[in-house]
Protein backbone atom coordinates (compact mmCIF):
# COMPACT_ATOMS: atom_id res chain seq x y z
CA UNK A 1 0.00 0.00 0.00
CA UNK A 2 2.59 2.17 -1.06
CA UNK A 3 0.15 4.80 -2.00
CA UNK A 4 -0.82 5.77 1.62
CA UNK A 5 3.04 6.25 2.33
CA UNK A 6 3.16 8.92 -0.01
CA UNK A 7 0.39 10.58 0.94
CA UNK A 8 1.25 10.37 4.31
CA UNK A 9 4.85 12.12 4.25
CA UNK A 10 2.99 15.05 2.74
CA UNK A 11 -0.15 15.29 4.89
CA UNK A 12 0.95 14.13 8.55
CA UNK A 13 1.81 17.27 10.35
CA UNK A 14 0.60 15.50 13.68
CA UNK A 15 3.89 13.33 13.28
CA UNK A 16 5.95 16.00 14.34
CA UNK A 17 4.38 15.62 17.64
CA UNK A 18 5.42 11.63 17.87
CA UNK A 19 5.86 11.32 21.89
CA UNK A 20 9.36 10.30 23.06
CA UNK A 21 8.87 5.92 22.50
CA UNK A 22 11.40 3.34 21.23
CA UNK A 23 10.88 2.00 17.79
CA UNK A 24 9.64 -1.53 19.11
CA UNK A 25 6.74 0.59 21.62
CA UNK A 26 5.51 2.37 18.74
CA UNK A 27 5.11 -0.36 16.39
CA UNK A 28 3.52 -2.47 18.64
CA UNK A 29 0.78 -0.11 19.09
CA UNK A 30 0.72 0.32 15.77
CA UNK A 31 -0.29 -3.17 15.53
CA UNK A 32 -2.19 -2.53 18.49
CA UNK A 33 -4.69 0.00 17.02
CA UNK A 34 -4.52 -2.06 14.01
CA UNK A 35 -6.07 -4.88 16.39
CA UNK A 36 -8.93 -2.50 17.41
CA UNK A 37 -9.79 -1.95 13.76
CA UNK A 38 -9.77 -5.24 12.97
CA UNK A 39 -12.04 -6.04 16.10
CA UNK A 40 -14.57 -2.77 15.32
CA UNK A 41 -15.14 -3.61 11.58
CA UNK A 42 -15.45 -7.20 12.64
CA UNK A 43 -17.71 -6.23 15.12
CA UNK A 44 -19.93 -4.61 13.03
CA UNK A 45 -20.03 -6.75 10.14
CA UNK A 46 -20.85 -9.88 12.49
CA UNK A 47 -24.63 -9.79 11.63
CA UNK A 48 -24.04 -10.29 8.15
CA UNK A 49 -23.15 -13.87 8.58
CA UNK A 50 -25.63 -14.67 11.05
CA UNK A 51 -28.67 -13.12 9.94
CA UNK A 52 -30.64 -16.13 9.63
CA UNK A 53 -30.14 -17.99 13.03
CA UNK A 54 -30.65 -14.48 14.50
CA UNK A 55 -34.17 -13.86 12.82
CA UNK A 56 -35.33 -17.44 13.78
CA UNK A 57 -34.18 -16.98 17.70
CA UNK A 58 -35.90 -13.18 17.79
CA UNK A 59 -38.67 -14.30 15.85
CA UNK A 60 -38.26 -11.53 13.09
CA UNK A 61 -37.41 -11.65 9.17
CA UNK A 62 -34.47 -11.58 7.60
CA UNK A 63 -35.24 -7.79 6.82
CA UNK A 64 -36.31 -6.85 10.15
CA UNK A 65 -32.62 -8.53 11.45
CA UNK A 66 -31.01 -6.62 8.63
CA UNK A 67 -31.55 -3.63 10.81
CA UNK A 68 -29.03 -4.89 13.30
CA UNK A 69 -26.29 -3.58 10.71
CA UNK A 70 -28.36 -0.51 9.89
CA UNK A 71 -28.76 0.59 13.51
CA UNK A 72 -24.90 0.17 13.83
CA UNK A 73 -23.71 1.74 10.78
CA UNK A 74 -25.88 4.91 11.37
CA UNK A 75 -25.00 5.26 15.12
CA UNK A 76 -21.39 5.30 13.84
CA UNK A 77 -21.97 7.71 11.02
CA UNK A 78 -23.37 9.86 13.50
CA UNK A 79 -20.50 9.29 16.24
CA UNK A 80 -17.18 9.96 13.98
CA UNK A 81 -17.63 13.51 13.84
CA UNK A 82 -19.31 14.24 17.14
CA UNK A 83 -16.43 12.01 18.66
CA UNK A 84 -13.78 13.36 16.99
CA UNK A 85 -14.54 16.80 17.87
CA UNK A 86 -16.08 16.48 21.28
CA UNK A 87 -13.05 14.85 22.94
CA UNK A 88 -10.60 16.74 20.85
CA UNK A 89 -8.81 17.99 23.80
CA UNK A 90 -8.32 14.51 25.49
CA UNK A 91 -5.52 11.99 25.24
CA UNK A 92 -6.46 10.02 22.68
CA UNK A 93 -4.91 6.22 24.56
CA UNK A 94 -7.75 7.46 27.01
CA UNK A 95 -10.47 7.89 24.41
CA UNK A 96 -9.44 5.02 22.12
CA UNK A 97 -9.37 2.61 25.43
CA UNK A 98 -13.14 3.98 26.57
CA UNK A 99 -14.34 3.43 22.97
CA UNK A 100 -13.29 -0.34 23.19
CA UNK A 101 -14.97 -0.60 26.26
CA UNK A 102 -18.57 0.43 24.61
CA UNK A 103 -17.70 -2.12 22.29
CA UNK A 104 -17.54 -5.03 24.83
CA UNK A 105 -20.24 -3.77 26.41
CA UNK A 106 -22.14 -3.62 22.75
CA UNK A 107 -21.00 -7.17 22.32
CA UNK A 108 -22.13 -8.54 25.68
CA UNK A 109 -25.42 -6.60 25.35
CA UNK A 110 -26.47 -8.28 21.99
CA UNK A 111 -25.05 -11.88 23.07
CA UNK A 112 -27.59 -11.33 26.15
CA UNK A 113 -30.60 -10.18 24.04
CA UNK A 114 -34.05 -12.03 25.14
CA UNK A 115 -35.79 -9.85 22.12
CA UNK A 116 -34.98 -8.22 18.96
CA UNK A 117 -34.95 -4.41 20.94
CA UNK A 118 -32.02 -5.18 23.45
CA UNK A 119 -30.00 -6.48 20.17
CA UNK A 120 -31.22 -2.86 19.28
CA UNK A 121 -29.62 -1.46 22.07
CA UNK A 122 -26.44 -3.60 21.98
CA UNK A 123 -25.82 -2.86 18.38
CA UNK A 124 -26.12 0.94 19.22
CA UNK A 125 -23.46 0.97 21.65
CA UNK A 126 -21.18 -1.03 18.78
CA UNK A 127 -21.75 1.91 16.49
CA UNK A 128 -20.59 4.10 19.32
CA UNK A 129 -17.16 2.70 19.90
CA UNK A 130 -16.51 1.78 16.20
CA UNK A 131 -17.41 5.14 14.85
CA UNK A 132 -14.71 6.52 16.92
CA UNK A 133 -11.91 4.01 16.56
CA UNK A 134 -12.21 4.44 12.66
CA UNK A 135 -12.37 8.01 12.91
CA UNK A 136 -9.22 8.23 15.25
CA UNK A 137 -7.26 5.30 14.25
CA UNK A 138 -4.88 6.58 11.63
CA UNK A 139 -4.74 9.88 12.99
CA UNK A 140 -3.19 7.73 16.10
CA UNK A 141 -0.87 5.79 13.72
CA UNK A 142 1.31 7.95 12.41
CA UNK A 143 1.75 9.96 15.73
CA UNK A 144 3.82 6.42 16.83
CA UNK A 145 6.04 6.07 14.25
CA UNK A 146 8.70 8.64 12.88
CA UNK A 147 7.43 10.66 10.26
CA UNK A 148 9.32 9.01 7.12
CA UNK A 149 6.87 5.87 8.74
CA UNK A 150 3.97 7.34 8.88
CA UNK A 151 2.30 5.55 5.74
CA UNK A 152 3.66 2.17 6.56
CA UNK A 153 1.92 2.48 9.83
CA UNK A 154 -1.29 3.78 8.58
CA UNK A 155 -1.08 0.90 5.82
CA UNK A 156 -0.94 -1.31 9.15
CA UNK A 157 -3.69 0.30 11.13
CA UNK A 158 -6.44 0.09 8.04
CA UNK A 159 -5.07 -3.32 7.04
CA UNK A 160 -7.46 -4.05 10.14
CA UNK A 161 -10.02 -3.86 8.06
CA UNK A 162 -9.31 -6.11 5.19
CA UNK A 163 -8.55 -8.82 7.41
CA UNK A 164 -11.32 -8.80 9.39
CA UNK A 165 -13.44 -9.65 6.06
CA UNK A 166 -11.02 -12.71 6.01
CA UNK A 167 -11.12 -13.50 9.73
CA UNK A 168 -13.26 -12.09 11.35
CA UNK A 169 -16.87 -12.06 9.89
CA UNK A 170 -16.25 -16.01 8.28
CA UNK A 171 -15.34 -17.18 12.11
CA UNK A 172 -18.04 -15.35 13.21
CA UNK A 173 -20.18 -17.72 11.11
CA UNK A 174 -18.54 -20.46 11.62
CA UNK A 175 -18.57 -20.15 15.33
CA UNK A 176 -22.34 -19.27 15.18
CA UNK A 177 -22.53 -22.66 13.27
CA UNK A 178 -20.90 -24.47 15.95
CA UNK A 179 -21.83 -23.14 19.09
CA UNK A 180 -24.59 -20.50 18.33
CA UNK A 181 -25.33 -16.92 16.79
CA UNK A 182 -24.71 -15.56 20.90
CA UNK A 183 -21.60 -17.18 21.08
CA UNK A 184 -19.84 -15.87 18.29
CA UNK A 185 -21.40 -12.10 19.87
CA UNK A 186 -19.69 -12.98 22.93
CA UNK A 187 -15.93 -14.01 21.28
CA UNK A 188 -16.60 -10.50 19.85
CA UNK A 189 -17.11 -9.03 23.19
CA UNK A 190 -13.74 -10.68 25.19
CA UNK A 191 -11.71 -10.13 21.91
CA UNK A 192 -12.65 -6.09 22.81
CA UNK A 193 -11.53 -6.50 25.76
CA UNK A 194 -8.49 -8.16 25.09
CA UNK A 195 -7.48 -5.20 22.71
CA UNK A 196 -8.51 -2.73 25.13
CA UNK A 197 -6.18 -3.90 27.65
CA UNK A 198 -3.11 -3.67 24.74
CA UNK A 199 -3.86 -0.39 23.98
CA UNK A 200 -3.67 0.45 27.61
CA UNK A 201 -0.78 -1.04 28.06
CA UNK A 202 1.46 -0.43 24.31
CA UNK A 203 -0.17 3.43 23.86
CA UNK A 204 1.46 6.01 25.03
CA UNK A 205 -0.12 9.22 26.17
CA UNK A 206 -1.30 10.71 23.16
CA UNK A 207 -2.37 14.61 23.86
CA UNK A 208 -4.54 15.99 21.52
CA UNK A 209 -2.11 18.22 18.67
CA UNK A 210 -5.25 20.25 18.21
CA UNK A 211 -9.16 20.42 17.96
CA UNK A 212 -11.09 19.61 15.51
CA UNK A 213 -14.09 21.50 15.69
CA UNK A 214 -17.52 19.75 14.29
CA UNK A 215 -18.02 22.98 11.61
CA UNK A 216 -14.26 21.93 10.29
CA UNK A 217 -15.43 18.70 9.27
CA UNK A 218 -18.15 19.40 7.76
CA UNK A 219 -16.62 22.48 5.91
CA UNK A 220 -14.84 19.91 3.84
CA UNK A 221 -17.83 18.87 2.25
CA UNK A 222 -17.80 22.20 0.79
CA UNK A 223 -14.14 20.90 -1.22
CA UNK A 224 -15.24 19.90 -4.69
CA UNK A 225 -12.93 16.99 -4.96
CA UNK A 226 -14.12 15.75 -1.69
CA UNK A 227 -17.87 16.33 -2.23
CA UNK A 228 -17.37 14.11 -5.29
CA UNK A 229 -15.88 11.02 -2.95
CA UNK A 230 -18.30 11.71 -0.59
CA UNK A 231 -20.97 10.97 -4.03
CA UNK A 232 -18.21 8.09 -4.71
CA UNK A 233 -18.25 6.08 -1.55
CA UNK A 234 -22.37 6.58 -0.88
CA UNK A 235 -23.74 5.28 -3.79
CA UNK A 236 -20.66 2.42 -4.21
CA UNK A 237 -21.02 1.30 -0.57
CA UNK A 238 -24.68 0.98 -0.41
CA UNK A 239 -25.16 -0.83 -3.15
CA UNK A 240 -22.58 -2.86 -1.58
CA UNK A 241 -24.30 -3.82 1.66
CA UNK A 242 -28.04 -3.53 0.12
CA UNK A 243 -26.68 -6.83 -1.14
CA UNK A 244 -23.71 -8.02 0.66
CA UNK A 245 -26.15 -7.46 3.54
CA UNK A 246 -27.93 -10.77 2.57
CA UNK A 247 -25.69 -12.60 0.89
CA UNK A 248 -26.05 -15.85 3.42
CA UNK A 249 -30.08 -15.93 1.95
CA UNK A 250 -28.99 -15.13 -1.14
CA UNK A 251 -26.64 -18.08 -1.35
CA UNK A 252 -28.81 -19.84 0.20
CA UNK A 253 -31.77 -19.63 -1.94
CA UNK A 254 -29.90 -19.26 -5.29
CA UNK A 255 -26.69 -21.50 -5.03
CA UNK A 256 -28.41 -24.01 -2.39
CA UNK A 257 -25.21 -24.02 -0.49
CA UNK A 258 -25.67 -25.07 3.33
CA UNK A 259 -25.02 -23.10 6.13
CA UNK A 260 -21.22 -24.82 6.46
CA UNK A 261 -20.52 -23.47 2.94
CA UNK A 262 -21.48 -19.83 3.65
CA UNK A 263 -18.32 -19.60 6.09
CA UNK A 264 -16.12 -21.17 3.26
CA UNK A 265 -17.21 -18.39 0.61
CA UNK A 266 -17.18 -15.34 2.80
CA UNK A 267 -13.71 -16.42 3.44
CA UNK A 268 -13.14 -16.97 -0.23
CA UNK A 269 -14.62 -13.45 -0.36
CA UNK A 270 -12.40 -11.69 2.53
CA UNK A 271 -9.20 -13.69 0.70
CA UNK A 272 -9.83 -11.98 -2.44
CA UNK A 273 -10.64 -8.64 -0.58
CA UNK A 274 -7.38 -8.38 0.71
CA UNK A 275 -5.83 -9.17 -2.79
CA UNK A 276 -8.31 -6.11 -3.77
CA UNK A 277 -6.69 -4.30 -1.48
CA UNK A 278 -3.30 -4.34 -2.54
CA UNK A 279 -3.94 -4.11 -6.22
CA UNK A 280 -5.94 -1.25 -5.55
CA UNK A 281 -3.55 0.21 -3.11
CA UNK A 282 -0.37 -0.02 -6.27
CA UNK A 283 -3.00 1.80 -9.14
CA UNK A 284 -4.71 4.27 -7.04
CA UNK A 285 -1.76 6.28 -6.15
CA UNK A 286 -1.42 6.84 -9.92
CA UNK A 287 -4.92 7.27 -10.83
CA UNK A 288 -7.42 7.72 -7.95
CA UNK A 289 -10.46 7.96 -10.60
CA UNK A 290 -9.37 5.08 -12.76
CA UNK A 291 -8.86 3.13 -9.88
CA UNK A 292 -12.22 3.66 -8.60
CA UNK A 293 -13.57 3.21 -12.08
CA UNK A 294 -12.67 -0.29 -12.44
CA UNK A 295 -14.00 -1.08 -8.80
CA UNK A 296 -17.52 0.13 -9.70
CA UNK A 297 -17.41 -1.16 -12.95
CA UNK A 298 -16.45 -5.01 -11.75
CA UNK A 299 -18.49 -4.70 -8.05
CA UNK A 300 -21.11 -4.02 -10.43
CA UNK A 301 -21.05 -6.46 -12.98
CA UNK A 302 -20.35 -9.06 -10.45
CA UNK A 303 -23.26 -8.32 -8.52
CA UNK A 304 -25.71 -8.41 -11.12
CA UNK A 305 -24.01 -11.93 -12.34
CA UNK A 306 -25.05 -13.54 -8.85
CA UNK A 307 -28.79 -13.36 -10.42
CA UNK A 308 -27.53 -16.13 -12.96
CA UNK A 309 -25.61 -18.74 -10.52
CA UNK A 310 -28.50 -21.47 -11.22
CA UNK A 311 -27.71 -23.41 -8.13
CA UNK A 312 -24.09 -23.49 -9.09
CA UNK A 313 -21.43 -22.83 -5.60
CA UNK A 314 -18.70 -22.66 -8.33
CA UNK A 315 -19.86 -20.33 -9.92
CA UNK A 316 -21.17 -18.55 -6.92
CA UNK A 317 -17.37 -18.74 -5.47
CA UNK A 318 -15.86 -17.36 -8.57
CA UNK A 319 -18.41 -14.64 -8.52
CA UNK A 320 -17.76 -13.86 -4.81
CA UNK A 321 -13.60 -14.18 -5.63
CA UNK A 322 -14.23 -11.42 -8.27
CA UNK A 323 -16.50 -9.71 -5.72
CA UNK A 324 -14.27 -9.71 -2.61
CA UNK A 325 -11.51 -8.04 -5.13
CA UNK A 326 -13.55 -4.94 -6.52
CA UNK A 327 -14.76 -4.14 -2.82
CA UNK A 328 -11.42 -5.06 -1.17
CA UNK A 329 -10.13 -2.21 -2.62
CA UNK A 330 -12.59 0.69 -2.16
CA UNK A 331 -11.43 1.48 1.81
CA UNK A 332 -7.92 1.93 0.85
CA UNK A 333 -8.99 4.16 -2.69
CA UNK A 334 -11.29 6.10 -0.70
CA UNK A 335 -9.12 7.06 1.97
CA UNK A 336 -6.42 7.78 -0.89
CA UNK A 337 -8.88 10.22 -2.64
CA UNK A 338 -9.99 11.86 0.47
CA UNK A 339 -6.61 12.44 1.80
CA UNK A 340 -5.64 13.65 -1.58
CA UNK A 341 -8.79 16.01 -1.64
CA UNK A 342 -7.93 17.72 1.60
CA UNK A 343 -4.09 17.21 2.09
CA UNK A 344 -3.89 19.90 5.78
CA UNK A 345 -7.22 18.37 6.93
CA UNK A 346 -6.30 14.71 7.66
CA UNK A 347 -8.27 13.86 11.16
CA UNK A 348 -11.27 15.67 9.84
CA UNK A 349 -11.39 13.91 6.31
CA UNK A 350 -10.81 10.73 7.89
CA UNK A 351 -13.84 11.84 10.15
CA UNK A 352 -16.10 12.49 7.38
CA UNK A 353 -15.42 9.63 5.45
CA UNK A 354 -16.05 7.03 8.34
CA UNK A 355 -19.46 9.65 8.97
CA UNK A 356 -20.69 8.77 5.20
CA UNK A 357 -19.35 5.48 4.69
CA UNK A 358 -21.14 4.38 8.09
CA UNK A 359 -24.05 5.77 6.89
CA UNK A 360 -23.58 4.00 3.58
CA UNK A 361 -23.84 0.64 5.19
CA UNK A 362 -26.66 2.05 7.56
CA UNK A 363 -28.92 2.83 4.21
CA UNK A 364 -27.91 -0.07 1.80
CA UNK A 365 -29.17 -2.88 4.51
CA UNK A 366 -32.17 -0.74 5.47
CA UNK A 367 -32.75 -0.81 1.82
CA UNK A 368 -31.32 -4.22 1.22
CA UNK A 369 -33.96 -5.51 3.90
CA UNK A 370 -36.99 -3.51 2.47
CA UNK A 371 -36.84 -4.90 -0.75
CA UNK A 372 -35.87 -8.35 0.52
CA UNK A 373 -38.74 -8.38 2.36
CA UNK A 374 -41.33 -6.81 -0.11
CA UNK A 375 -39.57 -7.86 -3.79
CA UNK A 376 -37.55 -10.78 -2.86
CA UNK A 377 -34.09 -11.39 -2.04
CA UNK A 378 -32.64 -11.33 -5.90
CA UNK A 379 -34.39 -7.50 -5.91
CA UNK A 380 -31.04 -6.25 -3.52
CA UNK A 381 -29.04 -7.54 -6.15
CA UNK A 382 -30.55 -5.75 -8.82
CA UNK A 383 -30.33 -2.70 -6.37
CA UNK A 384 -26.61 -3.43 -5.42
CA UNK A 385 -25.57 -3.59 -9.21
CA UNK A 386 -27.63 -0.05 -10.11
CA UNK A 387 -26.07 1.48 -7.26
CA UNK A 388 -22.42 0.35 -8.35
CA UNK A 389 -22.96 1.69 -11.81
CA UNK A 390 -24.31 5.08 -10.67
CA UNK A 391 -21.14 4.84 -8.56
CA UNK A 392 -19.43 4.60 -11.50
CA UNK A 393 -20.79 7.62 -13.34
CA UNK A 394 -20.15 9.58 -10.62
CA UNK A 395 -16.29 8.46 -10.76
CA UNK A 396 -16.09 9.29 -14.68
CA UNK A 397 -17.77 12.91 -14.33
CA UNK A 398 -16.85 14.60 -11.01
CA UNK A 399 -13.84 16.28 -9.90
CA UNK A 400 -10.99 14.03 -8.88
CA UNK A 401 -7.80 14.74 -6.76
CA UNK A 402 -4.49 15.03 -8.30
CA UNK A 403 -2.68 11.66 -8.04
CA UNK A 404 -1.03 12.10 -4.12
CA UNK A 405 2.90 11.85 -5.25
CA UNK A 406 2.12 14.83 -7.40
CA UNK A 407 0.77 16.76 -3.81
CA UNK A 408 4.05 16.96 -2.86
Not at 30 to 35: D, G, K, S
Not at 95 to 101: E, I, P, Q
Request: with cysteine; net charge positive.
Amino acid sequence: MTQVHDVAKTVSPQASSMPELSTLRGWLGVCAVAAGTFTVVTAEMLPVGLLTPISAALRVTEGTAGLALTVTGLVAAVAAPLLTSGFGRFDRRWVVCALLAVLVLGNLAAAWSPVFAVLVVGRVLVGIGMGGVWAMAAAVAVRLVPPESAGTATSVVFSGVAIASVLGIPAGTFLGALAGWRIAFVAAGLLALLVLLMLAALLPNLPADRAVSLHGVLRLSGNPRVRTGLFIVAFLVTGHFAAYTYIRPILEDLAHAHPAMIGALLLIYGIAGILGNFVAGNYVVRAPRGTLLIISAVLSASVLALLAISGSLIVAALLMVVWGLAYGGVSVSSLTWFVASAPSHREAASALLTTVFNAAIAFGALLGGLLADRLGITAVLWLGGALAGAALLITAFGRAPKAPRAIA
